[in-house]
């Protein structure tokens, strides 16, 4: 069975940063490319960053410059590191693993909630 557990969101003041985790299970990891999507209420999921198998990042612009993206193909696990936090960042943060190969597969986290207030 495929498990997304995503980790580490919390209440935070501007500024401040965090750091989530996802860890996988189920699927051969190395093989996915990762990504952190994050959805705040009233508002459409957006991709905040993304990041192939081999380690090749993408970020949306509203988080250039204050997140990090990374892997541990080892652990099979995913990395955000969120630095320079904004209210604007505020939302649930789901953590999502797709096979670019066929067979194409998708599978998605059930979320971790980041509150940035002060």
């Known amino acids: 069975q495929v498990q997304l557990v995503e980790s580490g969101g919390d209440l935070v003041q501007p500024g401040g940063s965090l750091r989530l985790s996802c860890a996988a299970s189920?699927?051969?990891?190395?093989?996915?490319?990762m990504g952190w999507y994050r959805q705040a209420p009233g508002k459409q999921r957006e991709l905040v960053a993304s990041?192939?198998?081999?380690?090749?990042?993408n970020y949306a612009d509203s988080v250039k410059g204050r997140f990090t993206i990374s892997r541990d193909n080892a652990k099979n696990t995913l990395y955000l590191q969120m630095n320079s936090l904004k209210p604007e960042d505020t939302a649930v943060y789901y953590c999502?693993?797709?096979?670019?190969?066929?067979?194409?597969?998708?599978?998605w986290g059930q979320g971790t909630q980041v509150t940035v207030s002060s």
């Open positions: 999502n693993a797709r096979r670019l190969s066929l067979p194409f597969s998708e599978y």
């Open positions: 189920g699927i051969v990891f190395s093989v996915y490319a």
């Open positions: 990041i192939t198998g081999s380690g090749s990042a």
